[in-house]
């Protein structure tokens, strides 16, 4: 089992910045490769961006191009997501996912989901 905490989230003005956090532990050896996903009011989860754990190759969404970064410090267990220029669409739940065997950027190829941050941004 994996066990992720995510962190960072709140409240932003547009044109504004945070950094996510998503700290896991447990059989972290194990870990393929970490996600962002989010999830806005009344649709689907979709990924944000995704790192490949051990050669830190990345997938990233057309959406976030040049305003998100996804980072992760395998020393600590820790993935980040660094997100620039926030504009009132990036309003969601921001999850953090880990898989084990595989990644891309549908969620079925997650196994592990932290509870989520809340990412709210006025306009």
């Known amino acids: 089992q994996v066990q992720l905490v995510e962190s960072g989230g709140g409240l932003v003005q547009a044109g504004g910045s945070l950094r996510l956090s998503c700290a896991a532990s447990?059989?972290?050896?194990?870990?393929?490769?970490m996600g962002w996903f989010r999830q806005a009011p009344g649709k689907e989860r979709e990924l944000v961006a995704a790192?490949?754990?051990?050669?830190?190759?990345?997938i990233d969404s057309d959406s976030v191009k040049g305003r998100f970064t996804i980072s992760r410090d395998k020393t600590k267990n820790t993935m980040y997501l660094q997100i620039n220029n926030l504009k009132p669409e990036d309003t969601g739940i921001y999850y953090c996912?880990?898989?084990?065997?595989?990644?891309?950027?549908?969620?079925?190829?997650?196994?592990?989901w932290g509870q989520g941050t809340q990412v709210t941004v006025s306009s």
């Open positions: 447990g059989r972290t050896f194990s870990t393929y490769a």
């Open positions: 996912a880990a898989a084990g065997t595989t990644w891309g950027t549908v969620s079925s190829a997650y196994d592990y």
């Open positions: 790192i490949h754990w051990r050669t830190g190759s990345m």
